[in-house]
């Protein structure tokens, strides 16, 4: 039998790595592809690329497998990078991330592995898959959550579907993270066995939000008002804060009011007001969400209400719910929790969950208390 030739996105980084490994030693004809996704300039951002690239090369080496590196910037650029500022320029607040993986990872990388001759894609994700669910006479996808609870990225793919998961692995899927390192060291993979993990997102690496944005986006400021619409400071732009925001707010000075309490509870893009509020934040509760555009991976479910968990945000305890279809043409709903949620911010994405099973996910368009 031919062997399966399986192309690893390699980040420089020991999940990836690992990963690569395990298809290794597992018989596959492993090739390693290093993306890079931005262009590096000191005014418009700071990644660590040129030392991934190194670390990816060295961990290929060890290996003993191949590894390219292809350039996605522009494909980034054009499909990420503009929905990230049109969101923000809208008052909202996205998660790039997740686009990267729909439009990046498992759209660009897998063209583009497909043309190096690839029967499968991987990548080091903390997810797992069951590529065997029965599905009017045929098979069908379905992403399902890591062992390693604490690491699980099911998250971040709640916009892909079952075509683009159809022949990807997850080697890391039944694993741990100390697991993973313990791999790497054993098999002398030093150049990433300790690395610290990536956080944040890659094209603004270490460098201040705030500053970033405004390389992009002109700044409005405007007034910061309480409740009943008195002025009580200044805000540099509504695109730099967030719902549930309490730290740099810049408000002090109000007497008979505690600086440390006040936080924001709505963003008037009309009136260019950031409106907050001091003291509990019974005010960031809501009850229920309309979501757009839900995407769900593999079987759909067979009726227009269901129950299922749910989140709001990476990290987030499950959340039980009632989903109600409002539009079928669109897959709008309505999200209905059994318990109120705090800070549900316009433009993040609400993921739904049947037990391990991730079913996808849409964006947070509203939230109602």
């Not at 030693?25 to 690329?49: A, I, K, P, R």
């Not at 379905?142 to 159809?166: E, G, M, P």
Request: charged letters at 25%; proline letters at 4%; aromatic letters at 10%.
């Amino acid at each position: 039998m031919k062997t399966k030739k399986a192309v690893v996105g390699m980040s420089g980084g020991v999940d990836s790595a690992v990963a690569a490994l395990l298809l290794k030693q597992q018989g596959y004809d492993v090739v390693g592809l290093f993306m890079h996704n931005w262009e590096e300039t000191e005014e418009n951002g700071v990644c660590t690329s040129a030392d991934d690239w190194e670390d990816a090369r060295n961990v290929a080496a060890k290996i003993g497998i191949p590894i390219y590196s292809v350039n996605f910037a522009k494909e980034y650029a054009d499909r990420v990078f503009s929905y990230f500022l049109r969101e923000y320029e809208a008052g909202r607040t996205p998660n790039p991330d997740v686009l990267c993986n729909r439009e990046i990872k498992f759209d660009a990388f897998s063209v583009y592995a497909a043309e190096l001759g690839a029967d499968c894609i991987a990548t080091g994700h903390y997810c797992d898959i069951d590529h065997n669910v029965p599905c009017d006479n045929d098979f069908t996808t379905h992403l399902l959550r890591a062992a390693d609870i604490n690491k699980d990225q099911t998250y971040f793919l709640n916009q892909v579907t079952a075509d683009q998961l159809s022949n990807v692995l997850f080697p890391l899927g039944k694993l741990t993270k100390p697991e993973v390192r313990k791999i790497a060291e054993d098999n002398g993979l030093y150049a990433v066995s300790k690395k610290k993990d990536s956080t944040g997102i890659c094209f603004i690496g270490e460098r201040n939000f705030k500053k970033f944005l405004m390389n992009y986006l002109p700044a409005k400021p405007g007034n910061i008002v309480d409740e009943s619409g008195s002025v009580i400071g200044k805000h540099d732009g509504l695109m730099y804060y967030t719902l549930g925001q309490r730290r740099g707010l810049g408000i002090g000075g109000k007497a008979g009011y505690d600086p440390e309490r006040w936080f924001v509870i709505k963003k008037d893009m009309k009136s260019n007001e950031l409106v907050v509020s001091c003291g509990e934040d019974s005010l960031l509760f809501s009850k229920s969400l309309l979501t757009s555009s839900l995407n769900f991976i593999g079987t759909a479910p067979a009726s227009g209400e269901f129950r299922c968990t749910a989140k709001t945000r990476y990290r987030q305890p499950d959340q039980s719910c009632t989903v109600r279809i409002t539009d079928p043409s669109v897959f709008s709903a309505e999200i209905t929790f059994d318990k109120p949620q705090r800070a549900v911010t316009p433009g993040q994405f609400v993921v739904l969950y049947d037990g391990d099973r991730c079913m996808g996910g849409g964006v947070i368009e509203s939230a109602f208390r």
